[in-house]
C-alpha cells in the first residue's frame, strides 16, 4: 500500500469489543490502514447496549437454569472481555475511555480532524437494538468530516421507518462506503450515487503483515480448522464434511469452543483463545470449514483451502465476498459430495482480484481523508 503523507487525526467508531475475533482484528486493520495513510488513529470505546453486563444477564433473570448458567460463565466473560481480547485492542487499537451510552461520549468526545463508522456490522440494526446514532456519529456538529470505510449493514433490506431514519443519518457523511454488494443497493436506493462496495479492511493486510502477529504453531499435526461461532443450523452436517476431508488428506480436526466444553466430534477443542492465535491456526490450517464471514475472509487472504456453510441469517455479506473473488462454488448447503473433496482451489485468479479491489479501497481512502 503507497502511503499518503497528509496528517490528520482519526476517531474511529466500529463493533471492536468481545470475544469475537472477526471483529477485534478488522478493528486492527483499520488502524493500520489509516495509520499507513498517515492517519493518527484513536478507536471510540464504545460498548454497545447488548455487550453490556446489564444485558449479559437481562434475558436470564426469569429463568433460574439459565441464570446459574451465566454465573458460571462470567470468569470466561472476564478472561475474554477484559485480558484476551480487550488486551489486544488496548494493545494496538489506541482506544478511549469506556463508553456505555451516548450521553457519556457527548459529555467527554476526543476532538478528531475525521469521523469514521469502520467495518463489521456497525449498521445492522438487529444486533444494535435498532438505529444506533453512537454508529452514525449523528451528534456531531454540521459540517463535521464523517466517512464511512466498509461499513455493513448484514441484511439485504430494510424496513420502510428503518430505511427513512438511516437515510436521515447518512445525508451528513462526505464519503460512503460499504462492505457487500446489498448494503450498496439499500443505499443507493436512499438516492446515495457514490457508494462504493471495498473489501473488508481485514483484506488490506497482506498475508506477511498478518503472520507478524502470530506468535507460534500450536498444533503439530496437519488439521482442518472448523470456525462456526454462530447461527449455527447444520452443526452435525458440518462435521460430517470435515471428517471426509480429513480422511482424504489424514488430517486432525480442530475447532474453537464459546464455553467450556470440549467438541466431541473434534480431535482438539481451543478453549481460551486470542486474536493471535486465532490467526496462527487459520494460517497453518490445510482446510477451513466456517459459517462466518471474517472466517472466509481469512480463508481467501491467506490462501486457504476452505468450504463456506451459510448461517441461519446475515448471510448476504459472506455470498457477497464469495460472487466478489469467483469462489461461489465453495458454498455448502449439504454434507460434501464425494467429487469435490478433492477440489482445490487455484487462488492466482483470486489473488489479481484481491489486488484491484485493494488498490480501489486505498483510492477511495485518499479522496476520502
Not at 235 to 261: G, H, M, P, Q, V
Request: net charge positive; proline share 3%; with cysteine.
Amino acid at each position: 500500500m503507497n502511503t499518503f503523507r497528509k496528517s490528520y487525526s482519526v476517531l474511529l467508531v466500529t463493533v471492536h469489543y468481545g470475544a469475537n475475533f472477526g471483529s477485534a482484528l478488522q478493528t486492527y486493520a483499520t488502524v493500520k490502514v489509516f495509520s499507513k495513510l498517515g492517519g493518527e488513529v484513536t478507536t471510540l470505546n464504545y460498548i454497545r447496549r447488548s455487550a453490556t453486563w446489564p444485558s449479559y444477564f437481562k434475558d436470564a433473570l426469569q429463568s433460574l437454569p439459565r441464570m446459574l448458567r451465566r454465573l458460571g460463565f462470567i470468569p470466561k466473560k472476564i478472561l475474554n472481555d477484559y485480558f484476551l481480547f480487550g488486551g489486544f485492542l488496548k494493545k494496538y487499537c489506541n482506544l478511549t475511555q469506556r463508553y456505555t451510552s451516548l450521553e457519556q461520549i457527548r459529555k467527554n468526545l476526543p476532538n478528531a480532524d475525521i469521523y469514521v463508522t469502520g467495518s463489521d456490522q456497525v449498521w445492522n440494526s438487529t444486533y444494535n437494538g435498532g438505529i444506533d446514532q453512537v454508529y452514525y456519529w449523528s451528534f456531531l456538529p454540521s459540517g463535521t468530516r464523517k466517512i464511512s470505510f466498509s461499513s455493513s449493514i448484514g441484511k439485504e433490506d430494510l424496513p420502510s421507518g428503518e430505511f427513512e431514519e438511516m437515510k436521515e443519518q447518512l445525508d451528513s457523511y462526505s464519503a460512503l462506503s460499504v462492505r457487500e454488494k446489498s448494503a450498496k443497493c439499500i443505499l443507493e436506493k436512499m438516492g446515495f450515487v457514490d457508494v462504493e462496495h471495498l473489501l473488508d479492511p481485514t483484506f488490506l493486510l497482506s498475508k506477511e503483515e498478518w503472520r507478524s502477529l502470530i506468535k507460534k504453531r500450536l498444533y503439530r499435526d496437519e488439521y482442518i480448522l472448523i470456525y462456526i461461532p454462530y447461527n449455527i443450523t447444520s452443526k452435525e452436517i458440518i462435521y460430517t464434511t470435515a471428517k471426509k476431508i480429513a480422511s482424504k488428506y489424514n488430517l486432525k480436526i480442530l475447532t474453537f469452543s464459546k464455553d467450556y466444553r470440549s467438541e466431541k466430534s473434534a480431535d482438539k477443542t481451543f478453549i481460551f483463545t486470542s486474536p493471535e492465535d486465532f490467526l496462527s491456526l487459520m494460517y497453518y490450517a490445510k482446510f477451513v470449514i466456517t459459517n462466518s464471514f471474517h472466517g472466509t475472509a481469512f480463508s481467501i487472504n491467506l490462501n486457504k483451502q476452505f468450504w463456506v456453510y451459510e448461517p441461519s441469517k446475515f448471510s448476504t455479506r459472506i455470498l457477497s465476498i464469495l460472487e466478489l473473488v469467483g469462489l461461489k462454488s465453495r458454498l455448502l448447503n449439504d454434507v460434501i459430495l464425494d467429487d469435490n473433496v478433492e477440489s482445490i482451489i487455484n487462488f492466482n485468479d483470486v489473488n489479481v482480484i484481491l489486488q484491484s479491489e485493494r488498490k480501489k479501497a486505498v483510492s477511495f481512502l485518499q479522496r476520502s481523508i
